[in-house]
């Protein structure tokens, strides 16, 4: 049994806003976690049988694609999954050595991995799939949400954010301290209607996702939607007849 820290009032829960609207799917954020994770703190995360049957191995950040609603209200959406640094993870409290903890500074859910034994009881307690083991070293790994960069003062301040952050070419994930109400993720999620993961099962998660907004499509029946006939303005006219082509 391992203990959750007191947070000190006013300590910063610091997690990730992604934006479900926009994500498109690319596996951009999965790859640059893998490539920093792998050689920094938490490498190296291997590969098993990568082209052959029986292909696994540890990444922090997978994104899932699913096909939702019907019609002309179908559409793919893209869910990003990774650790969500819970407040309350029953991840942390079930470890039987002290491996697993969570930061009472910023409240980053982190393995000591000198200390697991690999039993894999935090993959068991943890209900977003969220914990991955590494077969060859016998420990459990997991997003740090690159604990050794967004502190890192060896790097320009612009780029102390998670690998996943920066290289998102749509702009769908974003960094910051949940705890503060006007931080920028925080206003984010206000505005967005921005939804906790499950919060009925209480784990109290950091992260948020935005919900993808309403398609005009769906929103509007086909016959009220304007033709190009109806765009007054000559370029907006333009633009259509060339993104409709
Ligand atoms: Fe633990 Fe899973 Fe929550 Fe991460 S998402 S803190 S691994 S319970
Ligand atoms: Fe703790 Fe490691 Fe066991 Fe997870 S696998 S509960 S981190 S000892």
């Known amino acids: 049994m391992t203990c959750l820290p007191d947070r000190p009032p006013g300590a ?20 640059s976690c893998k490539q920093w994770n792998a050689s920094g703190h938490s490498g190296p995360l291997p590969d ?17 694609s699913f096909e939702a609603g019907e019609g002309a209200a179908g559409r793919t959406v893209h869910f990003p999954r990774s650790c969500l640094h819970c407040e309350t993870p029953d991840c942390v409290t079930v470890c039987p050595t002290g491996a697993s903890y969570k930061r009472a500074e910023d409240g980053i859910v982190l393995v000591n991995h000198d200390a ?20 060859v070293a016998g420990v459990m790994k997991k997003c740090t949400l690159c604990v050794d960069r967004i502190y890192n003062e060896t790097i320009p301040e612009a780029l102390r954010q998670p690998a996943c952050v920066l290289a998102c070419p749509t702009k769908a994930r ?10 920028a993720v925080s206003q984010l999620v206000a505005d967005r209607g921005g939804q906790a993961l499950m919060p ?21 029946p086909i016959e ?11 370029l907006l006219r333009w633009m259509d007849r060339v993104l409709t082509r």
């Not at 098993?48 to 994104?63: D, I, K, M, Q, T």
């Open 12 to 31: 910063p829960a610091l997690g990730l806003v992604i934006d479900l609207d926009t994500c498109v799917g690319c596996q951009a954020c999965a790859t």
């Open 48 to 64: 098993l049988h990568p082209y052959s049957a029986g292909a696994e191995g540890v990444w922090f950040n997978r994104v899932h």
């Open 116 to 135: 697991c034994i690999g039993c894999g009881l935090c993959a068991w307690a943890c209900p977003y799939g969220a914990r991955e083991m590494d077969e």
């Open 174 to 183: 974003h960094f910051g301290d949940l705890a503060d109400p006007q931080s």
């Open 200 to 220: 009925d099962l209480g784990y109290r998660p950091v992260n948020r996702y935005l919900p993808p907004r309403q398609r005009q499509a769906e929103s509007q």
């Open 224 to 234: 009220d939607q304007p033709t190009p006939l109806d765009i007054k303005n000559p």
